[in-house]
């Protein structure tokens, strides 16, 4: 009942936040703009603008969680609207900074050590100002030039008591609205949950742009920068200072000296590497997020929203767009059932035709009109009719990829970096989805079932042992089916006793 309550005056709360913001509205019923008028006592909404831009305001006032949330949204196009979605693409994770003082006291007692003593100069002044942490630039001891990123001091509090509401509303909508369980609200609320603890946790943060690094190892057209674990603990992350160009800045790059080709070519390959190659990407790539350095390559930065994408997902993705680019409609709609994202009882050419309804208006297109990401949006648009289940890794990666063409278009609009990609693209369908994939499939299930096999034959002889010195315990209908006792039909009742003697073999068998 507390519970209930508490979480009934929060929601009154956030209610009173959208009404201000005319946010209400975006739920298409008369009674939403009559209670928004209530909840503005009759006054004007303070923002103006397109629904989304309404929501994304709203969002930023609500705090940490909300904007978090806003970002999540703005990858399910299937439920907003592509137009909605956009917006709040662009709602910017940014607040006030909170007091240097403050930060000093989190380093000192995370690490254990004075600011004098780790660092031989701290800036006050933050660089960036987001819903979790903080960035300041520093220098160390030893003189390396280093950015240090801090937790915002109560902040797991409040993404505490948000995520409570959310899995309540969540658990809510599913019990009462059964046509929405496909969208799977309270999974989608846990998986929101998960990744911000790993946000959280700025060691996981650490451990990631560690493997990110390790994954492009050798390849200096995409940097990481190194961590100093000395100076990292769960709410401090340390890591060397970059510095480059926002790869939106053109002119800027253009200024430098650098090709805008070379750059272009660069983050189609990092990108493609991250998600075919190596099933690890980062999924928080906006320009922001990443510059280019005085040879004219790459360097990302902030790493607490990454993604995975297994190898079953790769080949699923990389069969469904070749099927798309080449025509192929119908294979297309089979690896979506072979996936299991669509139910069997669906029926594949209802499938076939409404992924010709997608694939047929970008035949003919010029290649750098085509949009990937767009593309697998509108996918996901007609998952209600065929009840596929949404998939947060997808839908992560859509947004990631329209990041990542936004970025593209903005460096040379006249390109689709996609096409640059295309080798890579080639290569890895053939090594992953050609006969020698196949081949190398058979090969790996053959030996995986031989090194299993040592481990099954140590466990029939300590089951053969176990019975006979009396420490198995058979159901008497299991002795009396081994007897042939009340057997109608099935497996004959010798057949028991055959296996049996065939454990027994294998015991003695040495």
């Given at each position: 009942m507390i519970r209930a309550s508490r979480n009934l005056h929060r929601m009154l709360t956030i209610a009173r936040v959208l009404a201000r913001h005319d946010a209400l509205d975006i739920v298409d019923l008369p009674i939403a703009r009559v209670f928004a008028s209530v909840l503005r006592f009759g006054r004007k909404p303070i923002h103006a603008g397109r629904p989304g831009e309404r929501l994304a305001a709203a969002l930023t006032a609500l705090g940490p969680t909300f904007i978090k949330l806003g970002q999540a949204l703005s990858t399910r196009a299937d439920l907003l609207g592509e137009e909605m979605a956009a917006d709040l693409s662009h709602l910017q994770d940014r607040l006030a900074?909170?007091?240097?003082?403050?930060?000093?006291?989190?380093?000192?007692?995370?690490?254990?050590?004075?600011?004098?003593?780790?660092?031989?100069?701290?800036?006050?002044e933050p660089v960036a100002a987001a819903s979790i942490a903080q960035v300041h630039f520093a220098?160390?001891?030893?003189?390396?030039?280093?950015?240090?990123?801090?937790?915002?001091?109560?902040?797991?509090?409040k993404f505490a008591r948000d995520i409570e509401l959310l899995r309540w509303l969540a658990g809510w909508v599913e019990f009462t609205q059964p046509k929405l369980r496909r969208l799977r609200m309270v999974e989608s609320v846990?998986?929101?949950?998960?990744?911000?603890?790993?946000?959280?946790?700025?060691?996981?943060?650490?451990?990631?742009?560690?493997?990110?690094?390790?994954?492009?190892?050798?390849?200096?057209?995409?940097?990481?920068?190194?961590?100093?674990?000395?100076?990292?603990?769960?709410?401090?992350l340390?890591?060397?200072?970059?510095?480059?160009?926002?790869?939106?800045?053109?002119?800027?790059?253009?200024?430098?000296?650098?090709?805008?080709?070379?750059?272009?070519?660069?983050a189609a390959e990092s990108f493609f590497?991250?998600?075919?190659?190596?099933?690890?990407?980062?999924?928080?790539?906006?320009p922001g997020n990443l510059f280019v350095d005085a040879a004219g390559n790459l360097v990302a930065v902030d790493f607490g929203?990454?993604?995975?994408?297994?190898?079953?997902?790769?080949?699923?993705?990389?069969?469904?767009?070749?099927?798309?680019?080449?025509?192929?409609?119908?294979?297309?709609?089979?690896v979506h059932f072979e996936a299991g994202f669509v139910p069997a009882d669906k029926s594949v050419d209802n499938f076939t035709q409404a992924c010709r309804s997608i694939g047929e208006p970008i035949m003919g297109k010029a290649i750098n009109e085509i949009s990937i990401a767009k593309l697998l949006g509108q996918l996901?648009?007609?998952?209600?009719?065929?009840?596929?289940?949404?998939?947060?890794?997808?839908?992560?990666?859509?947004?990631?990829?329209?990041?990542?063409?936004?970025?593209?278009?903005t460096l040379d609009p006249s390109v689709n970096m996609w096409e640059l990609a295309r080798p890579l693209i080639e290569n890895w369908m053939r090594s992953n989805l050609?006969?020698?994939?196949?081949?190398?499939?058979?090969?790996?299930?053959?030996?995986?079932?031989?090194?299993?096999?040592?481990?099954?034959?140590?466990?029939?002889?300590?089951?053969?042992?176990?019975?006979?010195?009396?420490?198995?315990?058979?159901?008497?209908?299991?002795?009396?089916?081994?007897?042939?006792?009340?057997?109608?039909?099935?497996?004959?009742?010798?057949?028991?006793?055959?296996?049996?003697?065939?454990?027994?073999?294998?015991?003695?068998?040495?």
């Amino acid at each position: 009942m507390i519970r209930a309550s508490r979480n009934l005056h929060r929601m009154l709360t956030i209610a009173r936040v959208l009404a201000r913001h005319d946010a209400l509205d975006i739920v298409d019923l008369p009674i939403a703009r009559v209670f928004a008028s209530v909840l503005r006592f009759g006054r004007k909404p303070i923002h103006a603008g397109r629904p989304g831009e309404r929501l994304a305001a709203a969002l930023t006032a609500l705090g940490p969680t909300f904007i978090k949330l806003g970002q999540a949204l703005s990858t399910r196009a299937d439920l907003l609207g592509e137009e909605m979605a956009a917006d709040l693409s662009h709602l910017q994770d940014r607040l006030a900074p909170f007091p240097a003082k403050e930060a000093r006291r989190i380093i000192e007692e995370q690490l254990g050590a004075s600011i004098d003593e780790l660092y031989a100069s701290f800036d006050d002044e933050p660089v960036a100002a987001a819903s979790i942490a903080q960035v300041h630039f520093a220098v160390t001891a030893e003189g390396r030039e280093v950015a240090v990123k801090v937790l915002r001091p109560g902040v797991e509090a409040k993404f505490a008591r948000d995520i409570e509401l959310l899995r309540w509303l969540a658990g809510w909508v599913e019990f009462t609205q059964p046509k929405l369980r496909r969208l799977r609200m309270v999974e989608s609320v846990q998986t929101f949950e998960d990744s911000i603890e790993l946000e959280m946790d700025l060691r996981f943060e650490a451990s990631a742009a560690a493997e990110l690094a390790e994954n492009f190892a050798g390849d200096d057209s995409f940097q990481v920068p190194a961590i100093d674990w000395q100076r990292t603990a769960k709410r401090v992350l340390t890591l060397e200072r970059v510095y480059g160009i926002p790869v939106d800045e053109k002119d800027a790059i253009v200024a430098a000296g650098i090709g805008l080709d070379s750059v272009l070519q660069k983050a189609a390959e990092s990108f493609f590497n991250m998600v075919f190659r190596d099933g690890f990407f980062h999924a928080d790539m906006h320009p922001g997020n990443l510059f280019v350095d005085a040879a004219g390559n790459l360097v990302a930065v902030d790493f607490g929203i990454m993604g995975r994408v297994d190898l079953r997902t790769r080949r699923f993705l990389g069969e469904m767009l070749v099927g798309f680019l080449n025509g192929n409609y119908r294979r297309v709609a089979e690896v979506h059932f072979e996936a299991g994202f669509v139910p069997a009882d669906k029926s594949v050419d209802n499938f076939t035709q409404a992924c010709r309804s997608i694939g047929e208006p970008i035949m003919g297109k010029a290649i750098n009109e085509i949009s990937i990401a767009k593309l697998l949006g509108q996918l996901f648009q007609i998952t209600e009719q065929f009840a596929m289940q949404t998939q947060p890794q997808l839908l992560m990666l859509q947004k990631s990829m329209l990041v990542a063409e936004g970025v593209g278009r903005t460096l040379d609009p006249s390109v689709n970096m996609w096409e640059l990609a295309r080798p890579l693209i080639e290569n890895w369908m053939r090594s992953n989805l050609g006969p020698q994939a196949r081949v190398k499939d058979t090969v790996f299930n053959a030996v995986a079932t031989l090194e299993r096999l040592p481990r099954m034959l140590a466990e029939t002889e300590k089951a053969y042992t176990s019975m006979m010195n009396g420490g198995l315990k058979l159901h008497p209908d299991t002795v009396k089916a081994m007897r042939g006792e009340g057997r109608r039909r099935g497996l004959p009742g010798w057949l028991p006793w055959l296996l049996v003697v065939a454990m027994g073999a294998l015991y003695w068998w040495k």
